[in-house]
Every structure is written in structure tokens, then in C-alpha cells.
């Protein structure tokens, strides 16, 4: 793997690397560091009678987080939100698999119809999704033509339309980073792994997985955290009924003006992200020991 | 090098056109100002109208208030004026500039939230009440309480809008929807608890789509949506509820500190119109306040019942509540999250 040099051995880095990473620290200190100071600030501050921010300290806006109605809210968000990674892992690893083994050529197209949906707006392919279930809508039309079902079924506004609607939005970002390590799989492991009899399902299980299990975890990052983080499914495809998380902070920066109580649940959104990550990294290969 | 060139030239082709003429910003609804009306506006002053559009009546405030831009015209609702205006955010008025502010009906000047119409103008009035889709629902409802029943249940769109659903259930209990209290809230709890049982959609921006399509039969909308309802289908019926209700007052105002006043008074003097204002109510069918306009328009938008509701109802605008309206908020939320 070192290729005979040791590390050491490499010329370390000069001061003039630190000019080249500049536009990179500036880029992360504008846009990364300083909004979350902010975003922290604000936590602990009031709002006047016309939602502007009050620089007076309180801790309220966090008491307030311990409020039952609240808990259902982070509840129901980090179920709906785990319900969606598992399904996109379950949908979206064959998927992942079998467009990283497939052939060059065919790749490239495969790839290209995951993307696909990208190019068109994800509001009006909410709306299209609105039109596919409803009552009325292209599903229950079909349906009955077929005489499958005398009655249309209830699937708009309902957690059902919920979950496709996160599934489906989801699902691309857990496919391309499984493709990454698909792709990068060396076949010579698994061919090892069958000359030593391993089964199609031992191979699978301690080789393949494994080594593709990076992926996973990056597609369980890009997948959880902004799942809990959204809002615009709940209210195009849930009818705005049951708010999760995302839908309770979009609320307190627009219509409850209560931007110092939005802030603390934008900082408890940043905790989950960080204990998702660590989680992930720490967890490492499901089957390596 | 080609692109470059393109490119100069457009960019002085866009600094000659701003530099020559007047222009003025207006921070108004989305879908709430014909094209029409700004073409004409443009067409006979030469000044030029920026659209800065906005969902609601939170989003202006928090537009005006960065101050990011100037505005010269803005177009809040009542109790968003009274809250402006507290705060020395809007221009008084120069009634001399106005003249046609004389086409106004009387009874929608000098009202509780801008008194003596000293800093907004109305726009377009409306009231909040029931649509009724008549070939699903054969039983009469007459207000809140008929609507609001177990048999209704998951057929019922509401607006999504925390202040007007605990507004209702004030109304239901003869409360003074201005009067947000702990007291009051907690009296409305238990009413909104049952109803947020009923409710599928929550939508504020078109909630005349669920009805429309069939999702829902029966709902609680802005008469605009429910005229349109009717224009399509004279099932959809609508319903003043007898418990009384919402009457908004969407208005034209300047803002304090807005770059050019003399504009901003030439496009509210313009918008009051009678034939100006005739624009408006053709494309949305809202309550026209302006009396010489309503002469002008036709018999069929003057029958339509949500436009121009017939009978007498307890109507009453909202006035600003302060920060009661983070409570507010948070009852919804709660009572959305349990249910």
C-alpha cells in the first residue's frame, strides 16, 4: 500500500498549502461557522412584538423543547426519518449493486435515469405525486378500471403518501454513494471469497458488504438528517397534518415569527446530525466482528 | 470574446434603462396584482414597477424589516398594519395625493386598525367562511358547529393558518378573537382538539384544489378560493358561518422609509380606479371595496355568492395580538402533533 515510501520520507507540507486551502477556510468560516454561531446566539435569545430578535438572554426557548407536543414531534420525525433510510437501503442497495456491476457502456445510462428526476423541480414533482394519489388521481383511475378495488382509496394525505413521497425523494442520494463503493469493489476479493467455499450469502455477508458499507453509511447521513429536516412532502403529500420536525421550524421562521425558538431547534437538528455521524463512524463494518 | 461583448452590452443596456427612468418596488401577494394593472400603470407614467412577491402576510414583515431592499408600496392585511403603524414603520398617507380614494365605500374606511385611514388604503376586502360541495353534502350547515362533525370526518380542508383556526373556535364560544389570553386559548383548546381530529388537509395557498378534486367535500377558505370554486362548479356553495367570522382587509400602504412617496401615492391613486380596480376583481374575485368599481362589473361576478355574500353575518377584522401570536402558534402545533 505505501508503494516502499514511508510517510515520513514525503516532504510535509509547507505554509504556502494553507494559501491553496484559504478559499476553502474562508468558504467554511462564512458559511459553516459563522451561521451556526448565529444560529446558537439566537437559541438563547427573545423576540420582540414583531418577531425581531432580542438580544436578552433566556433559556425558555430550550425549556420549551421538553414540552410534551414537542416530544411527539422529534418522535414521530426520527421515525419517519429512520423508516425512510431503511427503505431507501432496502431499495436502493440492489439498485446500487447492480448498476455498479453492470457493464461501462450501460452504467453511464443507468446513472443517468437516477439523476433524471433532478432536473425537473422537486415542488412540481410533488404536485405530480398529488395527481398520481388522489382520489380522483391516476392510481385509484387504474385501479378501478381494472376492477381491483369498488372503492378509491384514502392514499393522499396519509403517512403512506408521506413515506413514498421521502422515499422517493431520497432515494437517489442513498443510491449514488452505494454505486461509489460498488463500483470500487474489487472482484478478485470476491472471487477469493468463493475459491475458499464461501457460500453466495457468507461472501455477501462478510466481503461484499463490508467493503461497500462506507457507502452505506454516507447514504444514511444524506439520506437521515435532511429527512427529519423536511417539510415540503409533509405538507404537499401529508396535508400538513402531522408536523415533524422540519415543518415546526419552517413554521417559527415564517408564520410564528418566533425565530429564537426556531433557532434552538435548529441546534438540536445540528446534535442529531452530529450523534448520526458518530454513530456511523463509530459502528464501522456491521459483520467485522 | 464574443460572450464578452454580449455580455457589456448588456450590461449597458440595463444601466441606461435605470438610470433614465423612475421606478418604484411593491411588495405585494403573489397572484394579487393583474399584470394588467402593472402594464397600464407603466405604459401611462413611464415609472417602472418592480414585483417583489410574497405568501403571506409574516414574509412582508420579515421582507420590510431586513431592509435588504427598500419598498415604496406594500400590501399588508389589516392587523399588520396596526402593528406597523405602532411601530413607526409606515408613512402617513397624503389624502391630497389620493383623490380617487373617494370611490371607497364607507363602511370600509376609517376602520379599528388604521383609524381615520391615515396609513393604508383598502386593496381587496374578503371574508373567511365555508365552501360546501352541495352533491356530497346534503345536510345544511350553517356555521362552525355543523361543519365540525364526526360524520365529516377526513373530508374537511382548513387554511393552514394557526390565528384563523383559533379564531373560529373563539367565535364558536362568543370569545372576542382579539382577545388572546392564556384564559382564552385554554377555552379554545378542548373545541380545536376535537376539530383537528376531522381535518385532512391543512393548506393556505390553494386550498381550493382538494375541493376541487374531489378530496375533500367540505371546507373553510378564503372567499376568493371559494368564488373560483363557484365560477367552476355552482356546487360548491358558500357559507358565512353564523357564529361570526374573519373579515380581512388587504390594503395598499408605504412604507416609512420608501424612496419615492410621490410613486408610491401616483400606484395606490391608480389602483382606486373604478375601471383599474374592475382589473383586479376580474382576475381574483374578492370583495372589490371600491363602490364606482363594483358599477362596472357584471351581473354573474356580482351574484357570486362567496364575492358578495348576501344576509347579514358577524363579521370583524383582526387586530394585532403581539406575541401572542408565538402562543397561538404553539397550541396548533401541539394540538397537530397529538392528534
Known sequence: MTNGVSVSTLPRPG???????????VWVATFVIAPTVLLFIYSFCQRDELGQVVFTFTADNYSRLFEAGMWMVFARSIIYAGATTFLCILVGYPVAYFIGRSPSTQRQILLMLVMVPFWSSFVVRAYAWCTILSDGG????FLASLKIIAE??????????????????????????IYGSVEKLDTSMIEASMDLYASPWQTYWRVILPLTWPGVTAGILLVFVPAIGMFAVTDLLGGARVPLLGNVIQNQFVQARNWPFGSALGIVMLVMFLATYLLCSRRGVPSSN | MKWISCLAVCLLLIASCDKGAKSITLLAWSEYVPQKVIDGFEKETGIKVHYDAIDNNEALVQKLLSGASK??????????????????????LDHSKLPNLKNIGSQYMDMPHDRGNKYSVPYMTGTVGIVVN?????EPIHGYRDLFHP???KRIVVLNDAREMVSW?????GLDVNEINPRSLAKAKPILADWVRLIRVYDSDSPKTSLSNGDCDLGVVWSGEAAKLWEENQKFVYV??????????????????????DAAHQFINYCLRPEISKLISDEFPYTNPNLQARKLLSQKQLDNPASYPKGEAKLGTFRDIGKASSDVDALITNLKSQG
Open chain 1, 15 to 25: 505554509s504556502r498549502v494553507w494559501l491553496l486551502m484559504l478559499p476553502l477556510l
Open chain 1, 138 to 141: 391516476l392510481l385509484n383511475g
Open chain 1, 152 to 177: 378509491p382509496l384514502n392514499l393522499l394525505y396519509t403517512p403512506t403518501a408521506v413515506m413514498l413521497g421521502l422515499l422517493y425523494t431520497y432515494l437517489p442520494f442513498m443510491i449514488l454513494p
Open chain 2, 71 to 92: 419598498y415604496d408600496v406594500i400590501q399588508p392585511s389589516e392587523y399588520i398594519i396596526e402593528q406597523l403603524a405602532k411601530l413607526n414603520k409606515l408613512a402617513v
Open chain 2, 134 to 138: 352541495t352533491e356530497k353534502v346534503k
Open chain 2, 151 to 153: 360524520k365529516y370526518t
Open chain 2, 169 to 173: 373556535a373563539l367565535n364558536c364560544l
Open chain 2, 240 to 261: 358565512l358561518p353564523e357564529e361570526g367570522t374573519h373579515m380581512f382587509v388587504d390594503s395598499l400602504a408605504i412604507p416609512v422609509d420608501a424612496p419615492d412617496v
